[in-house]
């Protein structure tokens, strides 16, 4: 199955409760949310914000504003780990910075810790440690 399948779902599912207003799409929010996870080791919201755009590419039915607080659901639910860094927010309308999460189901064969991220342990071929 595609790992984008069940976000597609989440946003056919928000188009067809359109009517119930902004809380039709939470669902859809934090597929984006777990999708964008996956893919980056470290992300703002401007990441989510820029996910989200990929499925409405002509401007999307809710504000894409309001992300902090499934940010902050991911945090409590550990997809995400706060780092106290910020980057500069992609948004030319915002001028505050924005907070960088890490993600805890991103870099295959490694995990992140609040330290950062530990590489795998095993050794890899392009590895080169001067050995020869």
Not at 83 to 92: A, I, L, N
Not at 101 to 111: L, N, V
């Amino acid at each position: 199955m595609n790992p984008y399948e069940a976000t597609r779902k989440a946003a056919l599912l928000g188009i067809a409760r359109s009517s119930q207003g902004a809380k039709a799409w939470h669902p859809f929010i934090k597929c984006v949310i777990h999708d964008t996870a996956v893919r980056l080791p470290y992300l703002t919201s401007d990441d989510v914000r820029d996910e989200i755009r990929t499925y409405f590419p002509n401007g999307a039915p809710f504000n894409l504003m309001a992300l902090g607080a499934f940010m902050q659901s991911a945090q409590k639910d550990g997809t995400l780990l706060k780092t106290g860094r910020t980057r500069k927010s992609k948004t030319p309308t915002q001028h505050r910075d924005r907070e960088v999460f890490a993600s805890t189901i991103c870099y295959p064969g490694g995990r992140v810790m609040r330290g950062g991220i530990q590489p795998p342990l095993v050794p890899t071929d392009d590895d080169d440690d001067g050995d020869e």
